[in-house]
């Protein structure tokens, strides 16, 4: 069975079938790093991180690249709050975004380029689309005319009339039709610009994944692939871009995964359930997080809250305890060949179920459930009086490769006893020098461990959480 992907162009799954042979060109749009990620920004991160490995695992060579969106006016606000400058928020937050993401399991892209690395690319692409009649300058700003590009709206699926009733003309924009959007931006007085044609000034949002798209992967992409709510405007602007310059296809699939609710409500600031990653991974395992993120498929909408998590927990140990009794009962087995034919026939058939199930549109929640049946086919083979080391073996490589496809990991690969003791010595003795803040990082990164921290009147006692 080949692959089968849901295509939000066309609203109906389809045979993967990449532009070249083995290859896959695919783009995945990163975050504005203005701040630590939330939970919403960590599901696009874990999903396409897990597709990109299912499509390595089928033999593809997936060429994987995603951006980092480091100047826009989030940036500029925060820097003048905590009075500094954008590209020392965006180095920040850059490196919050590889520390968070990688606890949860994510690898990094082959790829991040950065909008503020890549503006003369930016720039020669907004000329190109002025020079095709495609964009105008106004007063400083450059726009895009929506209009011009006959198929706008087929990603959203919605008509140029549909979005004419709720488009407006924001104060101080001077725009020939109020569907334009911006594609340069003028600088106001003390914020950072770059040098262009229209005078001092930075990137709208858009342009910049249109830009690096096509600079770092060519014309046309095998699969672009974002959140939902990337849909529109954003996707549906970068179609317009990029078609509208190359007079090609910009994506051949679009993918993009459902939203986040907190106990059954929308996330946002203004109802105080937004929930950071950096808080989640200090008080629970990340792989627990990764874990409970792919128990269901990608396209649907999913529902956190802390019972939420905990069974996830539950449901991931009772797998990791499969693999931990297979490992032990290992040490007493022989090289028995009785019986082995039928159990490595149930284990293949299992390995051949969980392909089926993630050509399926990458349906980690059914691929998941072979992953509990193959825990529990193998309980019944541990049941038995006799065990053979070639049925045993070939069991944990089944779990091995499958927990490595879904960016798992089997065993725990936290500190050693010894490594904690000596953190703890450490921030032991920051709080007598009165280095504060060193002691807080300190038990942060102990937290980020899973390790739990008890200071009594007797000393500091630690466990495993």
């Known amino acids: 069975m ?93 490196n919050a975004y590889f520390e968070d993401v990688g606890a949860l399991g994510c690898e990094k892209a082959d790829i991040h380029p950065r909008v503020t690395e890549n503006m003369d690319i930016i720039v020669e692409f907004i000329e190109t689309l002025i020079e095709k009649g495609y964009a105008y300058e106004s007063h400083g700003d450059v726009y895009y005319r ?31 039709d109020a569907l334009d959007f911006v594609l340069w931006k003028a600088a106001k007085e003390g914020e950072i610009y770059w040098e262009s044609p229209w005078g001092k000034g930075r990137p709208g ?37 990029s078609e509208a310059l190359t007079g090609k296809t910009f994506a051949k699939y679009w993918m993009h995964n459902g939203y986040i609710n907190i106990d059954n409500e929308k996330m946002s600031k203004s109802l105080g359930n937004f929930v950071l990653v950096h808080d989640i991974i200090k008080h629970h395992d990340p792989q627990v997080l990764r874990f409970f993120m792919m128990s269901v498929h990608y ?20 797998l990791k305890t ?11 087995s022989t090289n028995l060949t009785e019986q082995n034919e039928s159990w490595m026939g149930k284990i293949e058939k299992l390995h051949h179920d969980f392909i089926h199930e993630m050509d399926d549109d990458f349906n980690t929640a059914n691929g998941i459930s072979v992953l509990f049946e193959l825990s529990k086919q193998a ?32 065993e725990d690969d936290s500190l050693l006893d010894e490594e904690i003791e000596e953190l703890i010595e450490k921030r032991i ?3 007598k020098d009165r280095q504060f803040q060193l002691a807080d990082e300190i038990r942060d990164q102990l937290k980020a461990m899973n390790i739990i921290l008890e200071d009594t009147p007797q000393g500091t006692r630690w466990k495993r959480g």
């Open 322 to 332: 499969s693999y931990e009794n297979l490992k032990h009962r290992k040490q007493s």
């Open 146 to 176: 929506t209009r011009a590009f006959k198929e706008y709206g087929k990603l959203s699926h919605q008509s140029i009339d549909e979005l004419k009733v709720g488009a407006r003309i924001e104060v101080g924009e001077k725009k020939e």
């Open 2 to 94: 080949s692959i089968q992907l849901y295509n939000t162009l066309t609203r109906k799954k389809e045979e993967f079938v990449p532009l070249e042979e083995g290859k896959v060109k695919m783009y995945v749009c990163g975050p504005t790093v203005y701040n630590y990620i939330h939970i919403g920004n960590a599901r696009p991160a874990i999903v396409f991180d897990m597709v990109r490995r299912y499509l390595q695992y089928r033999g593809f060579d997936v060429q994987y690249v995603s951006n980092f969106t480091d100047v826009d006016d989030k940036l500029i606000r925060v820097a003048k709050e905590m009075e500094t400058d954008v590209p020392s928020i965006a180095e920040r937050f850059i």
């Open 299 to 318: 396209r649907h909408p999913i529902n956190y809250n802390e019972e939420l998590l905990s069974n996830a927990k539950t449901s991931l140990e009772r």
């Open 379 to 410: 309980n019944y083979y541990l049941m038995e009086k006799n065990t053979s080391v070639e049925v045993i073996d070939a069991f944990m490589k089944e779990f091995e490769e499958l927990f490595h496809v879904l960016g798992l990991k089997l």
């Open 205 to 241: 949002w858009h342009i910049e994944c249109s830009a690096m798209a096509k600079e770092y992967l060519g014309d046309t992409i095998d699969i672009h692939a974002g959140g939902q709510d990337l849909t529109f405007p954003h996707h549906e602007n970068e179609i317009a871009q």
């Open 429 to 431: 003795q920051a709080r």
